[in-house]
């Protein structure tokens, strides 16, 4: 499975990276109706740092700022459930079948992705504020150099350089 299309299905929500109810189900081939049935059935293997429902103002924040909804699921009258990546790891082990397990798989390395790009801007932002802060102290000294030359007094009496013709 192409990780492009599962990392545009995950969403930043609450600070944590998640995947919607009807997304999953959409990637494990099954309906949104089954899906939650599974995990209605297992509610112990979901704790709320696994998987937890959108409030109606979080759900309405998503529809606006995401065009990719289908109108049909933009109207629903309850929020979606959204699995974190642990939540989406327990789904495979309530969904038995064959898709699941590989679907799961490319999930997880979409997210393990991700996680190591976001490792890697971390790394870059660091060496941009390192060079910033080298510049500024560079600029610092050459702005004190400048004040330094402009503040002092100017000599009188300077001869001009080049051909200076004498008048008579």
Request: charged share 25%; hydrophobic share 40%.
């Amino acid at each position: 499975m192409d990780l492009q299309i599962i990392q545009n299905k995950i969403f930043e929500i609450r600070g944590c990276r998640v995947m919607l109810d009807f997304h999953l189900a959409e990637l494990y081939q099954v309906e949104t109706r089954t899906l939650k049935q599974a995990v209605k059935r297992n509610q112990s293997r979901f704790p709320s740092d696994f998987a937890f429902q959108l409030t109606r103002d979080e759900w309405q924040e998503l529809i606006t700022n995401c065009d990719k909804f289908p109108e049909n699921i933009r109207h629903t009258p309850t929020p979606p459930l959204v699995f974190l990546e642990q939540g989406v790891a327990m789904l495979s082990s309530v969904l038995r079948s064959q898709t699941a397990i590989d679907v799961n798989i490319s999930i997880m390395r979409a997210f393990v992705l991700m996680r190591q790009m976001s490792f890697g801007y971390e790394e870059l932002l660091r060496r941009i504020e390192e060079l910033e802060e080298s510049t500024d102290a560079q600029f610092s000294e050459i702005y004190q150099a400048l004040t330094h030359l402009f503040s002092m007094p100017e000599k009188g009496g300077r001869r001009s350089i080049g051909f200076i013709q004498e008048e008579n």
